[in-house]
């Protein structure tokens, strides 16, 4: 990647930092639950592989909603997010809920994580924030970089197959979150094509095992060399 590259991806990641620290707060309290794919993608792991998840990572862990559903599955689990102020969050969470996890602040683009490091990781409603595509493309490559040979990923985006859209092709767009008090704070998010996403995937270094839509966003399961629906 090259340096105006670079300095574009660091504009972006400051951008989003600032973001979710003026938000976090507020954004935590209404992200109490997993998601169901999420769910059944980690009970799906850790059937496939005995009961023993090993090293997890949570990429825009958030508040560690998903954090603490792969720790409640056995993993090691390390949370990532951008925001310090969720991943203090995280800490709460993990405090409050009596559940053990490392919390590292890091960009999605640029993981700070050795690679061949993480048996299993999440990586859900956080890609659509990166921008340029090259951005988006090079944090699956990061995916794949960290990944152990065998290890498995669940990613997510948002779709032009949300109810809140009317569009038949990929865009860019902004959307608000509104505070307590009525304070807008605009977002940026890159919605996906189903055909756009397979593309990017395709891209990167990952190797999809199985893509769908669900809840208006589309899911992927993917791994490094390991490209087998027949397991799934």
Do not use: K
């Amino acid at each position: 990647m090259g340096g105006d590259n670079h300095e574009h991806a660091d504009s972006t990641t400051a951008s989003v930092r600032a973001t979710y620290d003026r938000i976090a707060d507020h954004f935590a309290t209404t992200r109490e639950h997993p998601w169901p794919e999420v769910v059944q993608f980690v009970e799906r792991e850790a059937s496939r592989r005995g009961g023993s998840l090993g090293r997890a990572i949570d990429i825009g862990c958030a508040n560690g909603r998903h954090t603490e559903l792969l720790a409640d599955h056995g993993a090691d689990p390390v949370g990532i997010d951008v925001s310090r102020a969720l991943l203090r969050a995280g800490q709460r969470r993990a405090a409050d809920r009596e559940f053990c996890a490392s919390w590292v602040c890091g960009d999605a683009a640029r993981l700070p994580i050795a690679e061949n490091t993480a048996s299993i990781a999440i990586y859900v409603a956080t890609l659509h924030h990166l921008r340029p595509r090259s951005a988006r493309i090079g944090s699956l490559d990061e995916l794949a970089r960290v990944l152990t040979p065998g290890g498995r990923a669940l990613v997510s985006a948002w779709s032009i197959e949300h109810d809140r859209f009317d569009a038949t092709a990929a865009f860019d767009t902004t959307v608000e979150w509104t505070l307590p008090g009525g304070e807008t704070v605009p977002r940026f998010y890159h919605i996906y094509s189903p055909a756009e996403f397979r593309e990017d995937l395709a891209q990167s270094a990952l190797d999809a095992i199985d893509v769908e839509i669900s809840s208006g966003n589309c899911y992927a399961t993917v791994a490094v060399g390991d490209a087998s629906p027949g397991e799934m």
